[in-house]
C-alpha cells in the first residue's frame, strides 16, 4: 500500500546532503520537491532515518494531500520520528490542518497554512523539520512551491530533477532559501493514476474503519467551508415562492446578502449568482468534514451522511471518539465526496457549498 520506504541504496548525492545538514543551525527546516514519483517521499524516509540514528530529533510535516504517507488524506499532517522507522506511515500523526481536498488546485491557502503551523510546531519539539510536498511542480504547481517557501523561509530546499526540469523554480526559490538540486535514483519507479488511486482509496477505508455515527448538533459549531446555517432562515411564502419560480424543492434556506438555497430538481443555471447561492443537495452527501479545534487545527475527519435541517442536527461518521470530539469547536466543510469503503464519489468546486 505504501510506495515508499526505507533504503540504503541511493545516488552518492544524498549523503552529499546529509553532511550540508550536519552543518545547519538548528532547528531548520528542509522542504523537498519533485515531480510526482520523483523519490521524495523514499528521500524524506531516508534523510530521516539517518538523523534520527544519530540521536537527532526530526518532525515530518506531510502536505502531499493527495498522496499521503501519514494519516488521513486531505489533512496536512505533522509526525514525530523518534525511532528508525521503514515507511512514514508506520508514523502516528500529532497535529493536522484541514485541506479538504485531495488536490492543491483550489486550496493552495489551506496547504500553505496548514505548512506553516504545522512546521512552527514541528520547531518546537525537534531538530529538523522536514516537509514532504505534492509532485505538482508544473504551471500553478510552481507558484504554490515558491508562495509556501515565500512563507516558510526554509533553510533549505532540496530539488530532485531528472534533467535541468527545476531549475526555474529552484531559481525562483534562492530569494527564500538555500535551494540544493539532487538526481532522481534510477530505481524510482512510475504509478499509473489508477495506482495512485487506489493506495488512496486504501488510506480512506483504513481511517475510517472502525468510524461510529456521531450526531452533531450543528448549533453548537462554528460551521465553515459553507454558506449554510448563515443569516436567517427563510419559510412559507418565501421558501415557496422561490420553489415556484425556479422549479425547485428546497430543504432549507437562509437569507444573508441574498439568497443561500439547498435544493434538489433543476439546475442552478441561469440563476444570479449575485442574488442566490445555490447548493445541490447531492453534494452533501458523503461530504468529507473536518473536526477543528480551538487552535484552528484538525482534530480529524469525519464523512457527513445526513443534515436534519428543522432540528439542526447532522449524522456524522467519525473514528473520533467522544472525549475527541469534545475538542472540536468547528466543523469545516471539504470538497470531496468519499465513502468509508474508500470510494471516492467526486471532488466539488470551492464555491459549491
Ligand atoms: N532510491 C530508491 N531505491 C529504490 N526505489 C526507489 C528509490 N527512490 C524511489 N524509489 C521508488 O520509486 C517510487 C516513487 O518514489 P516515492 O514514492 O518516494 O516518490 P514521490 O516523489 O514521493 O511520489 P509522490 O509524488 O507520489 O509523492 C516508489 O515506488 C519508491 O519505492
Ligand atoms: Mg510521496
Not at 141 to 156: F, M, N, T, V, Y
Request: aromatic share 6%; hydrophobic share 40%; glycine share 8%.
Amino acid at each position: 500500500m505504501n510506495k515508499a520506504k526505507y533504503t540504503d541504496d541511493v545516488p552518492g548525492d544524498r549523503r552529499e546532503l546529509l553532511k550540508i545538514i550536519g552543518q545547519l543551525d538548528r532547528p531548520a527546516k528542509i522542504m523537498v520537491i519533485g515531480g510526482t514519483d520523483s523519490g521524495k517521499t523514499t528521500l524524506v524516509t531516508f534523510l530521516a532515518n539517518r538523523l534520527v540514528s544519530t540521536g537527532l530529533r526530526v518532525a515530518l510535516v506531510d502536505s502531499d494531500v493527495g498522496q499521503k504517507s501519514l494519516l488521513p488524506p486531505a489533512t496536512v499532517s505533522l509526525a514525530l520520528a523518534e525511532l528508525p522507522f521503514e515507511s512514514p506511515s508506520e508514523l502516528r500523526a500529532l497535529k493536522h490542518y484541514f485541506v479538504g481536498s485531495i488536490t492543491p488546485d483550489a486550496h493552495f491557502g489551506e496547504v500553505i497554512a496548514g505548512v506553516k503551523r504545522l512546521a512552527e510546531i514541528g520547531e518546537r519539539l525537534a531538530h529538523f523539520v522536514i516537509i514532504d510536498t505534492t509532485g505538482y511542480v508544473e504551471n500553478a504547481g510552481e507558484d504554490l512551491k515558491r508562495l509556501k517557501a515565500e512563507l516558510l523561509r526554509p533553510e533549505l530546499a532540496v530539488l530532485l530533477q531528472k534533467e535541468n526540469e527545476l531549475e526555474e523554480l529552484g531559481r525562483s526559490l534562492e530569494r527564500f532559501s538555500r535551494v540544493i538540486f539532487l538526481e532522481v535514483s534510477e530505481k524510482a519507479l512510475e504509478h499509473s493514476r489508477s495506482e495512485r488511486r487506489n493506495i488512496r482509496k486504501e488510506k480512506w477505508r483504513r481511517y475510517f474503519e472502525n468510524a461510529q455515527e456521531y450526531t452533531a448538533d450543528l448549533t453548537e459549531y462554528i460551521l465553515s467551508g459553507t454558506r449554510m446555517f448563515h443569516g436567517e432562515e427563510i419559510k412559507g411564502e418565501e421558501r415557496e415562492l422561490l420553489e415556484k419560480l425556479h422549479g425547485w424543492l428546497i430543504f432549507a434556506g437562509w437569507r444573508n446578502r441574498g439568497y443561500t438555497v439547498v435544493k434538489a430538481g433543476d439546475g442552478c443555471r441561469g440563476v444570479d449568482r449575485r442574488l442566490i447561492h445555490c447548493i445541490d443537495i447531492e453534494n452533501l452527501s458523503n461530504l468529507l468534514v473536518g473536526f477543528i479545534d480551538r487552535d484552528g487545527l484538525c482534530i480529524g475527519l469525519g464523512i457527513l451522511k445526513l443534515i436534519n435541517f428543522r432540528e439542526k442536527k447532522a449524522e456524522i461518521l467519525t473514528p473520533l471518539r467522544q472525549e475527541e470530539l469534545g475538542k472540536a469547536v468547528e466543523i469545516r466543510f471539504g470538497r470531496i465526496r468519499v465513502r468509508e469503503d474508500g470510494e471516492e464519489l467526486g471532488l466539488l468546486r470551492r464555491n459549491a457549498l
